[in-house]
């Protein structure tokens, strides 16, 4: 949702949930031309696969439990804690337990709207 007059807050009811992989569905929670807030649900086994854009990355881990790569480092990351994908580095996760991401990128994800 790009932010107007009307829709400078984020409601419960203002979430459409789409699925974009297996065991995993996203809502854009908020965006404009340098930042967007994304919303990530996994199921336990679900994958986002390795992938590298343009757009800086910075991801919190909401709930959950996710294998993370960035670059050539993996680790396991839980509620609390994130990580930071620099402009054009690999990076990706494995959900272990079921959970939800919190994306933040910049500039916004035009491809995602």
Known sequence: MAASADQHFLTNETQQWETVGEGVRRTILAYGPDLMLVKVAFESGAVGAPHRHVHAQITYVE???????????????????????????????????????????????????
């Not at 990076?91 to 933040?104: I, K, N, P, T």
């Open 63 to 113: 709930s959950g439990v996710f294998r993370c790569l960035v670059g050539e480092e993996e680790r396991v990351l839980r509620a609390g804690e994130g990580f930071q994908a620099p402009s054009n580095v690999w990076h990706g996760v494995v959900c272990e337990e079921a959970g939800v991401l919190l994306d933040s990128f910049s500039p916004m994800r035009e491809d995602f709207v």
